[in-house]
């Protein structure tokens, strides 16, 4: 079974779960013992990350779920987004606002990559991907993908309840979700250039005089709460457009994964729906997101440490975990190992803080 750990944890003898690449070249090969040269230059490229390593001792107690191709396949999109972004944040860099031209260019290519999406069963919150420039304008991308995306009916039917409302255009299906997705990708366009004190209205002034009114909306008015009393002007949910609304959740809980643990994170989003957030939207990121993924360890409410085995679907917040630890981090006997269980299971269970 892999074990997460901090790449300073690791120690001559070590075994990594899964080959190690960069780029696409294989930098160290899987299930053979590290030896203090190749300990050394991981930790001196990536300090401060994650990999994954084998733990054989538990493997014999528990199959744990395989979600290698899942993480590739969202990697994979997280870089695709990272190439959406880069130009934007290099024009803005240089000081000057993206001319029609270029958001033009910006609105195609986000329309090209999102036809070549799948809408993902799951979002894994992997600690050991490798950090990548604009990582976390590229995860917007993703998380408003996969929340207007997976909600299609439900964004259909508030499209026309605008449409009766403000005879504004129907649901367009992915000519809409390109605007969503470039609504993503110029969310922070602002931040980009030092102007981050005006957020999110000063956004608009990087880009040119006109442009679409789903895109105007969705950017003015995506810091607006649900319950009203937002930014910039306190508009309710009734008022606002409803992809407005899905970049609100997911920038949202893109800035949480910035200052809090990944379940947490997820935990103070959900918290806040009805009030900051749309309950339908705060559901449906419960049911997208796992934010412990397979070989993490999670600390629970009696102090023993669980370490997760298995994801349940449609809640991110309940996975399969193996007790396998005790307060201090220490191995358990043999017979008081617990699980596999999801915490649902468990009354007298919870992870720790949440």
Known sequence: ???????????PGAALAEPLTHNGQLLLAAHRPLNPREIDAVQARWAG?????????????????????????????????????????????SGAPLSEAQLKALRRAVREALARWRQ?????????????????????????????????????????RLTLARHSLTWRGLTDLEQLGTAAALAHADTMIGDAAEHPMGCLRCLPEKIPPILHATLSNHHEDYAGGGRPKGTPARDLHVFSRILRVADAFEQALTTAPPALALKQIIDEAGRAFDPTLTERLRALIQPLAVGSRARLCDGRVAVVVGYRPKDGLDPKLLIAYDARGRRLPEAEIEGPLHLSERADLSLHGL
């Open 120 to 160: 993902p069963q799951m979002i894994i919150i992997d600690p050991t991907a490798p950090p990548t420039p604009y990582h976390r304008a590229a995860r917007l991308i993703l998380f408003a993908f996969a929340l207007g995306h997976g909600l299609r009916e439900w964004v259909g039917e508030e499209r026309e």
């Open 1 to 11: 079974m892999p074990l997460i750990v901090k790449l300073e944890q690791l120690r």
């Open 49 to 93: 990350g994650h990999i994954k390593i084998v733990e054989p001792t538990l493997d014999a107690r528990v199959a744990f779920d395989d979600d290698l191709e899942m993480r590739l396949d969202l990697q994979a999109r997280l870089e695709e987004a990272v190439g959406l972004v880069s130009p934007v944040a290099r024009q803005l860099a």
